[in-house]
């Protein structure tokens, strides 16, 4: 007789098999498939994710979960992997079959109508298909909610555990008393930085060959990774040997420049989880929000500071020698770091990000806790950006439209940016005492940063839950007052505040 | 209760799901994923394949097919869908499921294997998993194989249905009666043709821009179809609305054209299945012999015709001016029909064709029906080559790992591409009755051969035998006379033979 564990391991296979070959599709959808082709994909894909959801919410695996569970001597992965299994099973197993597989096949779909209504502007022809995936939304998180919990707190939890819209509140409302006040000391400052000179006359090539550039400079792996092109950048992986992102190329040179860092970033993470977890239940980023962490460590933290552009400006400008020439490596620096409230959150420097975010936070919890009617969305939408960004987009693709997320189902999903910003400051801080930034980057020493963040935080994959790993690494629990410092010393110096 | 029909419908959804995701990730596999992920996702693929060969070859298929098999009042294509059924399931029924995973996953990696092999023109490195690839396959064929049918011939039906090698020996002896003459007479004849204009000069950026355009102009629908690069050109589909074609590009520039528009034959055969077939057990191409039938249709019997190239040469011209504008059409068409007999099948010419598909036909008998020692085996080919077209391979790359199917367990394929040369010219002279080649080419009507070849061959797809497509259309049995009678015709005109 096969040995209990054994059982549910070879079970486990087949769902993460199943899993991979989603995500294949997925990839496949977002940045190749044929325009045509949807809807009979669709049907294949539909019937994968029934063939998982068979499968593990299938009585076998609540036996072999079960068995391993009151078994013995299981090492600390195997039991790790056996609750993995066991959260995922409660995940699904709350919601019915024919449920599951239309919501699976419906997401499919909203993904194409958005992409359509984004690009001809239009909401109101997403309307519709909006309000059925927050419909299914609603039900699942009904089903899967435990006791009185909030129904937004439920979606929260899918992305990240130790969270609730308590401590989000709480957390927004500190970012809000940080970040506005330094917005209107640096308007009210009046140093002008021009970042005009980052438009127009740089051609796509080159910046295929510059983002290339970069993610190999941070360390992302092309033997274990591709990179490829679709219309909103992002990151997925096959296993820990099969990490692809993605970016897309615009008139900014460096909206792909810092896109490429960020999703490499991501992949960073995925590329440094242990090859014993890999393709199994704890085989990945352990929340969202640990994620941005990583990714808007790489992209913001460190990729947008003066000493990590020092080594390699020189071939930035060697690209672009018409467009650089003349421009000091400190204009440059000054340029990618400009605050100017804008409409589009992939776009936000760093300062106002977190506002786009609480505007998305606040909308979320509107429609998911007050069942606000769908039709008000791109006033609300705009008017928010009127009153925290002082910008109100005009047409609804600068504005509602401009995310995926929510077209995937994706609800509880926006908060992790904003606390992945604070995940990532907090370990700025505390690596500071054992390294000196400035000095590797300005040394190219990249690898020992990335070294320190594999060891500390990515190998893991779900084994620790933020928190934990916060915890773990920093010594204290999650403390957004870094994220708020880091903001103040950065922008205070920037903008010369007194 | 569900009606017996959609029981088996609902089970062959889900081995169809199983099967796209595994066309998927070998499409992936070949065009973009990346080095070191095989052996991770090769486990993926080894999980999903059992997961198909589960439920083929379950007791509920078995039970659903039965009782389909006794129903009465289903209609033709679902009576042929049974009927696909049960041969799919009879396929797989006979081998044990160890054996299938392991040789799924053995021929994933002996992909990668023969890929290195052949980059370092090192044959032994890849005899080893050349040999076990061989015996799996062997051992199946004797699974299938029925009372005293040849094993060479199990394999060969799993490509060609009606065909056996006594057929097969007759059909390559009459091959051999009307070609090596009619090389002997060209070789003789003394005149020379210079094709050295299509080498060297042409940037691979316009090369790509050429392949799309041709694969377009043929009728490859880019909303239903995606053009890629891999090492070796092929075909796939997830189903009729997504069909996936590749080239590669190099130096001698109408390389990589023929080859896009070989492949987008295939394409437009798959394109051209009907929808309520599409994701079936019938809703692919019948055979490889009717594929490739299609594919060298397209690229040889109309792509190298003067008329195809007069609306178009133009364009070729003003894309290349350096190199074409002193050649005039007639050269060009001389130039791309030259024979000249060479190391490479894919780049040999539609007359010594045959003969590289000859000398892998008795080559790989010997390897099936004589277990003959495999380190003989770039030796024998190169005996063969020196025999049959004069030429000598010096290293294996350019002899016998030039191909990538036996590396995929692809024995008793080689002989389709010979079929299909014969069934597109007993196709095209029945053609002619109907339609005027020349004129329709000259007005860019290709649409009209197209949908010829729609109606009469694509759509249906797997209902219909390569043998009963040939008797519908042409009023006979497969006869190859018409092929010879093509290559006489052509090459006599071209080298003014008398």
Wanted: aromatic letters at 12%; glycine letters at 6%; charged letters at 30%.
């Amino acid at each position: 007789m096969k040995k209990t564990y054994e059982v549910l391991s070879s079970l486990l296979e087949r769902t993460m098999a199943l899993q991979t070959a989603l995500v294949l599709f997925e990839w496949d959808n977002e940045t190749l498939a044929p325009e045509d082709a949807s809807s009979y994909t669709n049907r294949v894909i539909g019937v994968l994710s029934e063939e998982y959801y068979r499968i593990i919410t299938g009585d076998e695996m609540g036996k072999a979960i079960e068995a391993c569970e009151k078994e013995e001597g299981l090492s600390d992965v195997e039991q790790a992997i056996v609750k993995g299994a066991r959260e995922a099973r409660e995940d699904l197993i709350c919601v019915p079959s024919e449920e599951y597989r239309e919501n699976a096949q419906l997401v499919a779909d909203a993904v194409r109508v958005w992409t359509k209504a984004k690009k001809s502007e239009d909401f109101d022809s997403f309307a519709p298909t909006l309000e059925k995936v927050i419909s299914f939304k609603k039900k699942f998180a009904s089903y899967r909610k435990k006791d009185d919990q909030k129904l937004y707190d439920v979606m929260l939890n899918e992305h990240e555990k130790d969270f609730n819209s308590e401590l989000l509140d709480e957390f927004f409302s500190q970012l809000k008393e940080g970040i506005v006040p330094l917005l209107k000391e640096i308007k009210e400052n009046g140093k002008e930085i021009d970042n005009s000179f980052l438009v127009g006359g740089y051609p796509v090539e080159k910046q295929k060959e510059m983002a290339e550039f970069l993610a190999e400079y941070v360390g992302f792996d092309f033997h274990k990774g591709v990179l490829s092109e679709s219309a909103h950048p992002f990151t997925t992986n096959l296993h820990n040997h099969d990490v692809r992102i993605t970016t897309s190329y615009h008139d900014k040179m460096d909206s792909s420049m810092f896109s490429v860092i960020h999703e490499a970033g991501h992949g960073l993470y995925e590329l440094g989880i242990r090859d014993d977890i890999t393709q199994t239940p704890v085989g990945q980023g352990t929340s969202m929000g640990v994620h941005e962490s990583q990714s808007r460590f790489f992209e913001n933290i460190i990729g947008r500071k003066e000493a990590f552009w020092e080594p390699i400006y020189g071939k930035l400008v060697e690209l672009y020698p018409d467009k650089l020439k003349k421009i000091p490596l400190e204009q440059f620096v000054e340029a990618i770091n400009k605050v100017e409230p804008s409409f589009i959150r992939t776009e936000a420097d760093e300062l106002t990000y977190s506002l786009h975010i609480m505007i998305r936070y606040e909308i979320e919890k509107m429609i998911v806790e007050e069942d606000i009617d769908l039709e008000k969305l791109p006033e609300l939408w705009a008017d928010k950006y009127e009153e925290y960004l002082g910008v109100r987009p005009e047409n609804p693709s600068e504005g509602i439209l401009q995310d995926i997320h929510w077209s995937q189902g994706m609800f509880g999903y926006f908060p992790s940016y904003a606390l992945g910003n604070a995940f990532g400051a907090q370990l700025y801080y505390h690596m500071q005492k054992e390294m000196d930034f400035d000095e590797l980057l300005r040394t190219e020493r990249i690898d020992v940063i990335r070294n320190y963040l594999k060891e500390n935080v990515h190998q893991f994959g779900k084994m620790k839950t933020s928190r934990e790993i916060l915890k773990d690494v920093t010594g204290e629990d999650f403390n957004p007052e870094y994220f708020i410092r880091y903001l103040k010393e950065k922008y205070s110096k920037l903008y010369e505040l007194s």
